[in-house]
């Protein structure tokens, strides 16, 4: 199938694509947005996504989510993946690929529906992340269900780890997935019960609590590390030697290094921070 990719993530677009094109599938362009703010615009976007345009896909640059269906168009796609996308596509935008819209979801639907649900699977102690694949309709995360799967992330220290397996996840069900669309599958509706919305974190979760456990203190570091988060949103942060930095990775553990804090149940140590 002719196969279009909305994203927001470079690294997303390049990762669908290689995929699809080693699965027998034709990536033919990656759809996103130039939200962002004054600064950033379509030449912003352009450049983000550069690889990809090297890579021989076509960048259809939409400035507001009314324009997703028309750049859907330009493309002649079968179907539409969507990922890494946290923005409610409009529901003109759904019949515009032959097969419909796809979405990739990091949550077993319907909990944690919304734009946050890898942040919200760390903050609780979640010992596994859920992924479901299903058709797109017009409400949010609620479409029939093509796949579904869960990994293990209890032992995880870091962000790159916890992607690296959820993309493992995702790379494991799209086949499945995308062949139900080829057959035409309409997919199954979601379970009525369950159903929870994982939004975007309160202000107040950013600034680190210390007198919270060592495990309880690194599950907040990386919460903020794989959430989806505003434009103005900082996470993470604290002040070390009076200055106020964000926390980017902590571990229980000094294997890694760092710089050592006392929590209230113990130490944690920093292993990379910034100023904020």
């Known amino acids: 199938m002719r196969v279009a990719v909305i994203t927001r993530l470079p690294v997303a677009a390049m990762g669908l694509s290689a995929f699809l094109r080693a699965s027998g599938h ?50 002649d796609a079968d179907v539409a993946i969507s990922a890494a996308f946290p923005l409610l596509i409009p529901a003109e935008s759904l019949g515009v690929p032959r097969f419909g819209i796809v979405n990739t979801h990091p949550a077993l639907l319907p909990r944690l529906r919304g734009p946050n649900p890898i942040g919200w699977t760390v903050r609780n102690g ?49 086949p499945d997935a995308l062949a139900r669309v080829e057959a035409g599958d309409a997919g199954d509706p979601q379970p009525r019960e369950g159903a929870s919305y994982a939004g975007f974190f309160e202000p107040e979760y950013a600034e680190i609590d210390w007198s919270g456990t060592p495990a309880e203190v690194c599950r907040q570091v990386l919460a903020w590390r794989v959430a989806a988060v505003r434009a103005e949103a900082h996470g993470a942060l604290t002040t070390i030697e009076g200055k106020r930095v964000r926390v980017l990775d902590a571990r229980a553990h000094d294997r890694a290094g760092g710089t050592r804090i006392e ?4 130490p944690v140590w920093i292993v990379d921070s910034q100023l904020a």
């Open 126 to 174: 979640e010992p596994e992340l859920g992924y479901s694949v299903h058709r797109m309709d017009a409400g949010f995360d609620t479409g029939p269900l093509l796949a579904q799967g869960t990994t293990r992330i209890d032992d995880v220290e870091h962000a790159e780890e916890l992607f690296g397996r959820m993309f493992a996840l995702l790379r494991s069900l799209l």
């Open 26 to 75: 034709e990536p033919v362009g990656v759809v996103t947005t130039s939200l962002g703010g004054e600064r950033y615009g379509a030449s912003e976007v352009a450049e983000d996504f550069g690889d990809a345009v090297h890579a021989g896909l076509r960048l259809a640059v939409a400035a507001s989510p009314s324009e997703i269906a028309p750049r859907l168009a330009e493309l």
């Open 263 to 266: 929590s209230s149940g113990g």
